[in-house]
């Protein structure tokens, strides 16, 4: 088994900024992939931006790309979610989820998912 832990989210102004994280521990060999996903009330999982482990490469969502960064430190198993400019709209549950391989855009090809952690901005 997988675990995943964020933190870091919280209540934050337009225009500020945050960083996610997220702690990778257990059965980790054999992930290749780890992305960010975000839930807003009463809306679908959204892909916000995914990495390839061990070579870093990076895909992010239009709707975040130019604000926000993903990122890992493989030496601490962690994986991170810069957050700038943030507005109303990036307000939902962020989620952290590993995938052994598939899309990186597609939550149903993710095999862990983590418990998530609400970011919330305010107008």
């Known amino acids: 088994q997988v675990q995943l832990v964020e933190s870091g989210g919280g209540l934050v102004q337009a225009g500020g900024s945050l960083r996610l994280s997220c702690a990778v521990a257990?059965?980790?060999?054999?992930?290749?992939?780890m992305g960010w996903f975000r839930q807003a009330p009463g809306k679908q999982r959204e892909f916000v931006a995914a990495?390839?482990?061990?070579?870093?490469?990076?895909s992010t969502a239009d709707s975040v790309k130019g604000r926000f960064t993903i990122s890992r430190d493989n030496a601490k198993n962690t994986v991170y979610l810069q957050m700038n400019s943030l507005k109303p709209e990036d307000t939902a549950a962020y989620y952290c989820?590993?995938?052994?391989?598939?899309?990186?855009?597609?939550?149903?090809?993710?095999?862990?998912w983590g418990q998530g952690t609400q970011v919330t901005v305010s107008s």
């Open positions: 257990g059965r980790t060999f054999g992930i290749n992939n």
């Open positions: 989820a590993a995938q052994r391989r598939g899309a990186l855009g597609w939550a149903r090809e993710y095999d862990y």
């Open positions: 990495i390839i482990w061990s070579g870093g490469g990076t």
